[in-house]
Structures are given as structure tokens and as C-alpha cells.
């Protein structure tokens, strides 16, 4: 015997040619204008944007058109340029999964994030003290964690 939600998501998902794990349903119609949701995946999109720029940035430092020394990325330390293809990669990893409002892209995200503040904070000798950004990584992750705790409160299971 099935129950009640499982017959009505079948029905619906007969009649609803809309993917039902799609990440972002652009085109519900049954969603309101200015909902948490929305603001949520707003949120998501613009920092998809900030990280495909890290990620760019990053990946110019590996190029070796930003912050060239002596030697290119090779004349950096080991340190150095095991951080800056780590952030290389997962920032463009997650600004992906981020624009697509995947839960794999947030969790990409906030690792990136953490990792960021981390190493800021504990391995100063690896990009310097710079309290800033481990500032804007926790206001973001404190937005994020804001709009992500409203929007789960709008759709209660």
C-alpha cells in the first residue's frame, strides 16, 4: 500500500514533465516572487560568480601572470603552489555547482571557503596574514547559512 506523499508526488510527477531532481526549476509555476528560496539561489549565483573569478585568479597565479617572482610558479614555494592549485581547481568546481544551486556545489563551496579562512589564519606563510578575508569568507558562509536555514523553513517536511 503506498501512502499519501508517495501517491501524490507520483501523480504530480506524471503530470509534471519537470525533472523532479533538476537542481533549479526555473519556470515553476508554483513558486512566489521574493521567497527565501529565491534570494537563496540568487545568493548562490552571485557567489558562483565570485568563485569562478578566485578560480580565474588562481589559475593566472599558476600561469604565471599574476604575482610573478623569480622562476614563475616554480620560484614559489611548495606551499604555495600546492594552495594555489588546490583553490584553483575547487573554486571552479564549485562556482559550477554553485550557478546550477546543486547541494554538491555548496558543499564544494564551503569547503572552499573553510579551507580559504583556514589557511589564512593557521599557515600565515603561505599567502601572509590577511584578516580580511578570512572576514568576508565568514560573513559569506554566515549569509549563506541565513538564507539556507529561512528557505528550508519555507518548505517544512
Same mark, same amino acid.
Given at each position: ?67 610573478a617572482r623569480a622562476g614563475g610558479f616554480l620560484g614559489h614555494a611548495t606551499q604555495w603552489q600546492t594552495a594555489t *592549485? ?6 571552479? !568546481? @564549485?562556482?559550477? =555547482? +554553485?550557478w546550477l544551486a546543486a547541494p554538491w556545489g555548496a558543499v564544494v563551496w564551503l569547503t572552499a571557503a573553510v579551507s ?9 606563510? *603561505? ?6 578575508? !578570512? @572576514?568576508?569568507? =565568514? +560573513? ?18
Open positions: 500500500m503506498k501512502s499519501p506523499i508517495t501517491t501524490a508526488r507520483s501523480s504530480a510527477a506524471a503530470s509534471d514533465p519537470i525533472d523532479e531532481l533538476a537542481p533549479v526549476h526555473a519556470d515553476d509555476e508554483h513558486r512566489r516572487g521574493g521567497s527565501w528560496t529565491d534570494r537563496l539561489v540568487l545568493f548562490l549565483r552571485v557567489m558562483a560568480g565570485v568563485s569562478m573569478l578566485k578560480g580565474l585568479y588562481h589559475w593566472a597565479a599558476v600561469c604565471g601572470f599574476i604575482g *592549485v588546490f583553490f584553483a581547481v575547487i573554486d571552479l !568546481v @564549485a562556482a559550477v =555547482g +554553485l580559504m579562512a583556514v589557511i589564512d589564519l593557521f599557515f600565515q606563510q *603561505v599567502y601572509g596574514s590577511q584578516p580580511i578575508i !578570512v @572576514a568576508l569568507e =565568514g +560573513l559569506v558562509i554566515a549569509a549563506y547559512l541565513f538564507l539556507a536555514i529561512q528557505a528550508a523553513r519555507e518548505h517544512p517536511q
